[in-house]
C-alpha cells in the first residue's frame, strides 16, 4: 500500500505512571498488515485519514490532512479507564498522494473491512468529510448481502452534492459522499438509509434540500438540535436504527459551534453543542449496532489553543469508555 504508514508510539505522550493510568501507555502501535495477529475479542483501532484533497476540491481551506496527527497528540494525555482486556491499537495512517483522492478511499474502505474481519473496532481519524465515501463501502464490504446499513452524520451539512459537473465530468469531493453513496446504493439495489443530525438552513442550498427530499433522508434542523430535546431526538434516533442491522456514525467538527470547533475548514458560528452530540451517540452505541465510527474536518491549520483538536481528541475517548462508564 504506497500511501500507507504506520503510526510511531513517539507520537503519544504524557504523564507517565506505572499502571496505564493514560492512554498513551494503553495504545499499541501495529501496522495494520499486522491486525490479524492481535485480534482479540474486544479491540478498539485508531486508523488515520490524512487527506485534504476532497475540501480543496470543494474550493474549502486545506489542513486537514494533518488532522489525525493532531488528534492523536491529545488523545494520549488522556486517561484511561479502559479495562486490561480491552485493546486499543494504533493501526496507522493512509496519505493521499499527488491528490488521488479515490485511491486513498479505496485504501481506507478495504483497511476498514479488514479490521471487522479481525473483530476490531475501527475510529478513523481525518481528514476530510471525502473519508465518509471510504468508512461506508468498507463497512459494506464486509456486511452479508441483504443486511442493512444506517449512516448517522452529526454535521451542519447535508454533503449531499451532485458530484456530476454540467460539463459531464465527476469530481468527487468532500459535499459528495452521501450523494456518491446514495447513487451506489441505487445502482445495486441497497437501501439508502441516511440521518443528519444538526442541519443548518443557512448552510446548504435548495438544491441540497430537494435532494434530501427525494433521497428520503431524515434529519433534525440544527433548531432542535438541542439538549433540551433530548427526548424527542433520542425517539428519532432509535426509530431510525430500529430496523436497521448496522450503524456507521461519521461526526463532521464543523457542525458543532465554532466557540467550541474553531479549527474546521466551514466553520459554523451557530453551530450545536457537545452535549446534544454525547447524549446522541449514548443512544446511538445503546443500539449495539455501531460498527465504525469517523470524525472528519479537523484542520489544525485555523485552531486555537487546540480546541478542536481536544474536542475530537474527547469524542473518541467518549466513544471507547461509554460502555465501561
Ligand atoms: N464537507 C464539507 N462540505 C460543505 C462545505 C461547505 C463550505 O465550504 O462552506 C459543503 O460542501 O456544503
Ligand atoms: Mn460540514
Ligand atoms: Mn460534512
Request: aromatic fraction near 10%; include cysteine; charge should be negative.
Amino acid at each position: 500500500m504506497s500511501n500507507y504508514s504506520e503510526t510511531f508510539s513517539n507520537i503519544y505522550t504524557g504523564r507517565t505512571s506505572s499502571q496505564q493510568l493514560y492512554l498513551h501507555e494503553k495504545i499499541s502501535c501495529v501496522p495494520i498488515s499486522k491486525v490479524s495477529t492481535v485480534a482479540s475479542e474486544k479491540s478498539f483501532s485508531l486508523l488515520g485519514y490524512a487527506c485534504d484533497e476532497g475540501v480543496k476540491r470543494n474550493l474549502g481551506r486545506p489542513g486537514a490532512a494533518n488532522g489525525p496527527e493532531e488528534i492523536r497528540k491529545h488523545l494520549g494525555k488522556l486517561p484511561n479507564h479502559l479495562p486490561t482486556e480491552t485493546l486499543l491499537y494504533d493501526v496507522g495512517t493512509l496519505q493521499c498522494l499527488e491528490g488521488d483522492m479515490e485511491v486513498t478511499q479505496r485504501a481506507l474502505s478495504d483497511s476498514i473491512c479488514q479490521l471487522l474481519q479481525h473483530k476490531h473496532f475501527p475510529i478513523v481519524l481525518g481528514g476530510g468529510h471525502d473519508m465518509a465515501y471510504g468508512s461506508y463501502n468498507g463497512l459494506k464490504k464486509y456486511v452479508g448481502k441483504g443486511e442493512t446499513i444506517g449512516i448517522i452524520n452529526f454535521d451542519a451539512h447535508f454533503d449531499l452534492r451532485n458530484n456530476r459537473q454540467d460539463n459531464g465530468h465527476t469530481v468527487n469531493n468532500s459535499g459528495t459522499p452521501f450523494y456518491q453513496i446514495a447513487q451506489d446504493c441505487q445502482a445495486d439495489g441497497t437501501l439508502f438509509k441516511y440521518l443528519c443530525l444538526g442541519i443548518r438552513q443557512d448552510a446548504n442550498d435548495r438544491v441540497l434540500f430537494e435532494t434530501a427530499k427525494e433521497l428520503d433522508v431524515k434529519y433534525i434542523m440544527r433548531d432542535t438540535f438541542r439538549i433540551q430535546f433530548h427526548n424527542e431526538i433520542n425517539a428519532w434516533i432509535n426509530a431510525f436504527t430500529g430496523n436497521l442491522d448496522h450503524i456507521y456514525v461519521t461526526i463532521d467538527l464543523d457542525g458543532f459551534s465554532s466557540a467550541y470547533a474553531p479549527g474546521v475548514s466551514a466553520p459554523s458560528p451557530m453551530g450545536f453543542t457537545p452535549d446534544v452530540v454525547l447524549e446522541s451517540l449514548k443512544t446511538i452505541m445503546a443500539s449495539g449496532k455501531l460498527r465504525v465510527l469517523d470524525i472528519a474536518e479537523l484542520n489544525p491549520d485555523f485552531d486555537r489553543d487546540d480546541q478542536t483538536a481536544k474536542l475530537a481528541a474527547s469524542l473518541v475517548h467518549y466513544v471507547l469508555h461509554a460502555e465501561f462508564n
